[in-house]
């Protein structure tokens, strides 16, 4: 190996710590991102937007549970047995909506504090942290395009408020700010059929204790959908998430310990599975969904389990 390249650790990089929303990876450092794929699905924003009342504040309560037993390490030529990683979070999210026009827009915004579980075991070590994750903001303009189609956009901020310690294999921060610009729609094609989309693009801050700056990301959550009955649809949801730039430590690109190859450990997956989302009242919604992780490169593969209750009020 040549000495002016960084090497990942064995085996606390093959280890999960987590972002605003709990995701095990493997790519990024230590396997870090500030991104929780698939927190989004059905009705990503909400519709006829010009319509609602001036001041609107929506309480949510995100229930997530991930859990993966195969590891996928692209440059050691496929999977490590024996790894068990096990997220679970708690994550209450608070929406608001003004009055205030910004570029034709309403302007909105929302914040997000996770409390998190995390358990980790590989290569004969285990660890476990359960506390505070890592606290994430955004200002965000929606854009009413008509009673069946509303855009949004934002820049999601995620600051390093969790417990964070370099030598343990389970924290519940990153220890690094991430800034992501978002784009996202809902859209009623037809009378019953749903299309929502949210894609963000992760650039990541240096970890100072460690000297790291992982790599930006490009993902994107969706959700389609048919409304059976008048409070109930089903539908399929899902991520994809590829990172796009490499992982770097002290200025030089990071490869696995032992390999001779700068592969920049960049991350890849898709998971896809069905979904059911519930309305009540005249505007509260409760959803479950879950999907199964495919094409996994440099990162756990596993099934994630995600469930929401979301109430908004005017004033």
């Known amino acids: 190996m040549s000495p002016n ?115 980790v075991a590989a290569f004969g070590l285990s660890d476990t942290r359960e506390s505070m994750g890592d606290t994430t903001f955004a200002p965000i303009i929606l854009w009413d395009m008509g009673k069946n189609l509303t855009l949004g956009a934002a820049v999601e901020i995620t600051a390093p408020t969790g417990e964070y310690d370099a030598e343990r294999l389970a924290n519940t921060s990153n220890n690094f700010w991430t800034y992501k610009p978002l784009f996202s729609f809902t859209w009623l094609p037809t009378e019953r059929t749903e299309l929502s989309m949210k894609t963000t693009y992760s650039f990541n801050e240096k970890n100072k204790d460690t000297d790291y700056k992982s790599g930006q990301i490009f993902h994107f959550d969706y959700s389609a959908s048919y409304r059976v009955t008048d409070n109930l649809r089903l539908g399929v949801n899902g991520y994809f998430l590829k990172q796009t730039t490499d992982d770097k430590q002290f200025g030089h690109t990071v490869q696995f310990a032992g390999e001779d190859v700068n592969d920049g450990v960049r991350g890849k997956v898709f998971a896809i599975g069905p979904a059911l989302y519930f309305t009540f009242l005249k505007y509260a919604s409760a959803e479950i969904r879950w999907a199964k992780e495919f094409d996994v490169e440099n990162r756990p593969e596993g099934e994630m389990l995600w469930a929401k209750i979301s109430i908004p009020y005017a004033f």
């Open 5 to 119: 390249r960084a090497t990942r650790p064995f085996p606390l990089a093959l280890m999960l710590t987590v972002g605003a929303l709990p995701l095990p990876a493997l790519a990024t450092e230590s396997g870090v991102d500030n991104i929780g794929p698939g927190t989004d699905g059905f009705f990503v924003l909400p519709l006829d937007v010009d319509n609602l009342p001036q001041n609107m504040v929506a309480f949510n309560l995100y229930y997530n549970h991930y859990k993966a037993t195969k590891l996928n390490i692209s440059s050691l030529g496929g999977k490590v047995p024996n790894v068990e990683i096990e997220s679970t979070a708690v994550v209450p999210r608070l929406d608001y909506l003004s009055p205030v026009r910004v570029l034709g827009g309403r302007l909105a915004g929302y914040v997000a504090q996770p409390w998190l579980k995390q358990e």
